[in-house]
């Protein structure tokens, strides 16, 4: 058995007995990444009939929303795990999903007959497997890449990962010696103990080091395992990975992350200073000297065949954000004692908090709570604010509002947006419907070692804790019962003692339910549609 196959025995090995949950992953999404090309001038394919093709996919967490939002598209997945491929095949089979083909083969086996794909995603693969397989992957990126394909790759970058080597070193170290991977672990975060409070005084490394220590203490014990004991771990910084690229005969596009790439994202210290010694520089050197700004670990780089390269603006165009269609969910919180006067406090469909006192901005952010999970053009948007209270002043003073409020929120990374109809737009319903799979992946979900993530179908992943009655009527929410069906249903439910209020309590043999049971209901449907989980 050669390098290759050993390594990739070892790494299946791995995977098959430390299973983790797949997950979907927004910037790494067909939709995101077309509509982020845009802003950097590059044309792609349409994602409604597109061709994804997912390196490292493991179960397909990270291809099911897009398989089932698109179904005339066509997606296949390939992982090392036969295990967690079978997951996922059962998981495509119960759905009754036709167009995802899910294979369990190395990805060095992969060549030209096996197809021509528009997306190709390689997401948490890259710095973590053998240089055979690293550069099988750019191999694969530009053989089996249609002319306008984008291919997406992840992967950890210096400088930022320089303190994460240094406790990756430590705590292989610590855990040499252990005989199952549960000792290993173990043996291994003891280790983060004498790097956090055991460092001496005098150690210039010591602020670094508790800092890595510190977000790694945040993270699950899969990804402590993963990221810092696993056999491979080959951080990069970027201009090695470009020129890899390049070497492949591919050219760099662009983060997935846009905003990232834009020094006013850090602040004006880091735009003015950025901008002096990055003038007149390449792209791919100004990016590394903003990676050196801002400790950047982490890259989610977007790639395009090398005759392209021509094509490909130097950063994203904020003027072209006016071609997008918007998207985004806000709620009112708490707004901390310590805010500025007239500031107002939200949190995102994701839980992120957002400040804002800014006219504009309250606008626009009204506009979008309210068409959520749909998106809305750019002159639509510009059209509604202008019709709010919150803005004043002619059309034009609209635009340029609208403009400006969509440049901050785009480099807060607030907001989903796609270049043509997101992928709720065209599937609205009169009556309460859920989107595909997720009635059956929450029942799902109640088994441990189901290992697929539930999510929404713009790709995020979403956890949802329900009570038994709005569990129970999960299934109805199928596009063939109305609101007030809905409510009997549930209603009979209670009064046969199927099911508990949601405030735990029984309610056999009650009548006059109803007000109750649609104040169950309307709190439920609001949850569902913030988190995008209704297609109605």
């Known amino acids: 058995m050669n390098s290759p196959d050993t390594a990739n025995q070892l790494i299946a090995e791995h995977y098959d007995r430390t299973q983790y949950t797949s997950n979907a992953f927004f910037y790494s999404s067909p939709g995101h990444l077309r509509a982020t090309a845009h802003l950097y001038g590059v044309e792609t394919v349409p994602i409604e009939k597109a061709r994804v093709l997912e390196l490292g996919c493991a179960a397909g967490g990270n291809l099911l929303p897009f398989a089932l939002a698109y179904p005339d598209a066509h997606a296949v997945g390939v992982d090392l795990s036969p295990l967690q491929i079978q997951q996922g095949q059962k998981v495509v089979q119960d759905l009754g999903i036709k167009n995802l083909d899910l294979r369990a083969m190395s990805l060095t086996d992969i060549d030209n007959d096996f197809g021509e794909f528009d997306y190709i995603i390689v997401h948490g693969v890259f710095s973590w497997v053998p240089p055979e397989v690293r550069q099988a992957i750019l191999r694969i990126c530009r053989e089996n890449l249609s002319p306008q394909g984008i291919a997406y790759v992840s992967y950890n970058t210096y400088p930022g990962w320089k303190a994460g080597d240094i406790v990756r070193d430590a705590m292989l170290l610590h855990s040499h010696s252990a005989t199952s991977d549960e000792e290993k672990l173990s043996s291994a975060k003891a280790m983060l103990t004498l790097l956090s409070d055991g460092l001496a005084a005098s150690n210039p490394l010591a602020p670094s080091l508790r800092a890595a220590v510190a977000q790694l203490q945040k993270q699950s014990d899969y990804y402590v395992a993963h990221e810092y004991l696993e056999t491979f771990n080959a951080p990069c910084y970027f201009l090695e990975f470009a020129d890899a690229a390049q070497q492949a005969g591919l050219a760099y596009l662009g983060d997935a992350e846009a905003h990232c790439e834009l020094s006013a994202t850090y602040g004006q210290n880091v735009q003015l200073n950025h901008s002096l010694i990055a003038l007149g520089q390449p792209k791919v050197l100004r990016q590394q000297y903003l990676d050196l700004a801002v400790g950047r670990n982490f890259r989610k780089s977007m790639l395009v065949h090398q005759e392209r390269e021509a094509d490909v603006a130097v950063s994203p165009n904020l003027d072209l954000l006016r071609d997008l269609r918007w998207a985004g969910h806000f709620t009112k919180a708490d707004t901390p004692a310590n805010a500025p006067v007239g500031s107002q406090a939200f949190t995102n469909h994701k839980g ?32 509604q604010v202008q019709a709010s209270t919150l803005v004043e002043g002619n059309s034009g003073t609209a635009e340029q509002s609208v403009q400006e409020a969509l440049e901050i929120l785009f480099k807060l990374n607030q907001l989903r947006f796609s270049l043509e109809a997101g992928p709720y737009d065209d599937k ?87 007000a109750k049971v649609q104040e169950m209901l309307d709190k439920l449907m609001a949850l569902l549609k913030a988190k995008g989980l209704l297609l109605a």
């Open 428 to 514: 609205r319903h009169d009556i309460p419907t859920l989107i595909p799979g997720f009635a059956y992946m929450q029942v799902a979900s109640k088994d441990a070692a189901f290992g697929v993530g539930c999510f929404s179908f713009w790709h995020d992943v979403v956890n949802v804790q329900l009570k038994d009655a709005e569990a129970f009527i999960l299934p109805y929410m199928n596009g063939t019962n109305s609101a007030a069906q809905l409510r009997t249903r549930l209603c009979d439910a209670l009064r046969q003692g199927k099911v508990a209020g949601t405030d735990g309590n029984m309610l056999t043999g009650q009548r006059n339910l109803d």
């Open 352 to 383: 992120g908090p957002l400040h804002t006192s800014e006219a504009k901005v309250l606008a626009v952010i009204k506009v979008l709570s309210d068409a959520w999970p749909a998106t809305i053009s750019f002159s639509d948007l510009v059209l």
